[in-house]
């Protein structure tokens, strides 16, 4: 289940399942797991810091919770979740490990885990070679209680990866897989989305298929060519005010428009498409990278992007390097050979009350194309402009 998801159900039950925290990293979001916790019912959700999938369900406190298998509880306020317990509610497995440093004695199952604490024992768990399955292969006290329970998938807590999206996950939606910044000689000219949607076809949700389909729209793309390639957008914003205006070399000679400009917002592919008020043609891509730690964080999902950029170096004429989403700002400049011009600084807030507990952002001018870099030096967004010149983009017969 996506990140969104999940929060958006807890916020749902927000008067039953209160003091939700939310772990992370700030300084190297993708090397800790983003984390809910529910401090008041004992469980963590451990999500992906990459895809920013559910990969582990940690109870943590079983005091807090009442748990049953099969229909029958092996942990209430009457059942104390001993080894004994377990045994009986989930059968033999392999012999258990023993963590010498935690002081935890781990019984792994498919896709769950036990640990147990071992304060009281004097040394730790012996093997006896005549018995080599279940629980009886190891000299374990009666009574030894269940410290922390995981769930995950596969067999191994450790190597655990978050399975592909459930079909019962998509609820109408189309994700994006991948994205990719299609590209001509002047700088960027449009986007081509690997998306993923449940097949819609006749049948129960059970006889469901999950279809994956190629999709590109291009800069000078009508309205109409944009909602044909990807559906509905979730939201349609318009545009108030131009505030980087300011920064345009003749703002002076800029007309005051009558009409707004106006946003597709697509909050489950991560991309924005801005809409010339006048022409109705995409005049302007954005795409969100939903580290947290950002003002628009859970807003979107994440857009897993590819930008080819072009490095001008002395021995290599017209070579290109990827930036993806997960590309720090230090090392795009290293591949471009040259630093980038003085950023603008953004600082966003709801109001003008009100502050933003996230900082400021900075805002780097590169290829026509915007980079919105985050205090801990990742990408927060990228915003594409099209050419400067008018004209739709002759497009291609696209086939499902």
């Avoid at 498919?110 to 080599?132: H, I, V």
């Avoid at 009350?353 to 805002?363: D, E």
Wanted: proline share 6%; glycine share 6%.
């Amino acid at each position: 289940m996506p990140l969104a998801q999940a929060v958006a159900i807890l916020q749902k039950h927000c008067r039953i399942i209160k003091n939700v925290q939310v772990l992370y990293s700030e300084q190297s979001p993708l090397s800790h797991d983003l984390i809910l916790n529910l401090t008041q019912d004992g469980i963590k959700l451990l999500f992906d810091a990459f895809n920013q999938r559910l990969k582990v369900i940690e109870v943590y406190d079983l005091t807090k919770v009442k748990l049953k298998y099969c229909g029958v509880h092996f942990n209430s306020q009457a059942i104390a979740p001993t080894i004994e317990q377990i045994d009986q509610s989930f059968g033999a497995t392999h012999p258990g490990v023993y963590n010498s440093a935690e002081q935890l004695f781990h019984l792994n199952f498919r896709g769950l885990s036990f640990s147990f604490q071992l304060d009281s024992w004097t040394e730790a768990p012996k093997y006896e070679p005549n018995f080599a399955h279940g629980l009886a292969s190891l000299q374990i006290p009666h009574g030894a209680t269940v410290k922390r329970m995981y769930i995950y998938s596969g067999n191994s807590l450790q190597d655990t990866k978050a399975p592909v999206m459930p079909l019962s996950c998509f609820l109408g939606n189309v994700y994006a897989e991948s994205v990719d910044v299609l590209r001509d000689g002047t700088g960027p000219s449009g986007l081509r989305l690997r998306l993923l949607a449940a097949g819609c076809g006749p049948g129960l949700l059970a006889d469901a298929k999950m279809r994956v389909f190629e999709r590109s729209v291009y800069f000078g793309d009508s309205c109409q060519d944009v909602l044909s390639v990807l559906g509905s957008p979730h939201k349609v914003f318009y545009k108030s005010e131009d505030k980087m205006k300011i920064h345009s070399p003749s703002p002076h000679k800029q007309v005051p428009s009558k009409c707004n400009d106006y946003f597709f917002n697509y909050f489950t592919l991560g991309v924005d498409i801005l809409f010339d008020a006048n022409t109705h043609k995409v005049k302007k891509f954005v795409l969100h990278t939903n580290y947290p730690g950002h003002y628009n964080f859970n807003i979107y999902h994440r857009c897993e992007f590819k930008i080819p950029l072009a490095i001008k170096k002395e021995n290599a004429d017209g070579q290109t390097e990827t930036c993806t989403t997960y590309s720090k700002w230090d090392n795009i400049q290293e591949l471009l050979g040259h630093p980038v011009e003085k950023p603008v600084v953004l600082h966003r807030s709801s109001s003008p009350n009100n502050t933003n507990p996230f900082g400021s952002t900075f805002c780097f001018g590169l290829q026509r194309m915007i980079f919105e870099v985050m205090q801990n030096n990742h990408i927060a967004s990228v915003t594409l402009y099209g050419p400067p010149r008018p004209g739709a983009h002759l497009r291609t017969a696209e086939l499902p």
